[in-house]
């Protein structure tokens, strides 16, 4: 990353805040946690609530992070249905770390189907 790019990032980034309670035991951040999911590949269990409002409970092996439509989603196996599975982050509400190291999955193994027919999937790219 070149310096002039370097210094945009870090300006972007103080403009970025999370609102926390002013708690030393409070448990760490849904994205923070889901961060350490995805770059250290161990199973997160969610509290998840669905667009109709139902709550549930999984256990997820972490494959990728997206972005649509101004908003972030978290690629995963799900084990509870067996399947590959898309969560948008808002609606995550509980997220914990499990001792368990998730089986190496790629992207383009989990055969993502929730992807519309008018989009394509690009990948990070560094210049």
Known sequence: ????????AHELAER???????DADAPPSVPSVL???VSARRVVRL??????????????E?????CASLRWYLI???RL???????RIDRIRRAALLDETAPERRYEDVMV????????TRRLEFV
């Open 113 to 120: 189907k929730d992807v519309p027919l008018d989009y394509v």
């Open 76 to 78: 995963g196996w799900c």
């Open 81 to 87: 249905r067996d399947d590959t599975r898309i969560f």
């Open 35 to 37: 961060e350490e999911a």
């Open 16 to 22: 970025v805040r999370f609102l926390t309670p002013d």
């Open 1 to 8: 990353m070149s310096a002039a790019d370097s210094a945009s």
């Open 62 to 66: 972490p494959v990728a992070f997206t």
């Open 47 to 60: 509290g998840y609530v669905t667009g109709a409002g139902d709550e549930s409970e999984r256990d997820v």
